[in-house]
């Protein structure tokens, strides 16, 4: 296992969060992705126009930690404030990211499969039998 981080979901407001984390903490996005930048297939719909702007993805490195974000979209629901996090774990193989996928989910309910994704990486997300949220990710094109 590489990195264990925390991702944080807001309802529309994570770009104006995650730029108030940044005056505080300091640092560089290393990606801040929109819904609209998303290419669309059976699997992703395109959002709507209010949503298209909405933060699809972004990070901001702190310390040996990246604090993740992304904002909910009428597809996924809003967010529940207080339970509106995941526990993100990067992996050094697909075989371990399937591995803890297939572990942590056993019994839960798995609501994205692992699988290939338009950016780049094996990546799949469930909540456990506890209640908790997952996210399961392989960089297959690791950025140097």
Partial sequence: MVQVNPYLIFNGNCEEAFLFYQSVFGG???????????PTDDNCPPVSEDEANRIMHVSLPIGNTVLMGSDSTTQSG??????????????????EADRIFNGLSAGGKAFMPMS??????????????FGINWMVNFDENPQP
């Fill in 28 to 38: 560089e996005f290393p990606y801040m992705g929109k819904f609209k930048d998303m």
């Fill in 78 to 95: 809003d967010a529940i404030i207080g339970t509106n996090f995941s526990v993100s774990i990067n992996t050094d193989s697909r075989e």
């Fill in 116 to 129: 290939s994704t338009f950016w780049g990486a094996y990546f799949g997300m469930f909540t456990d039998k």
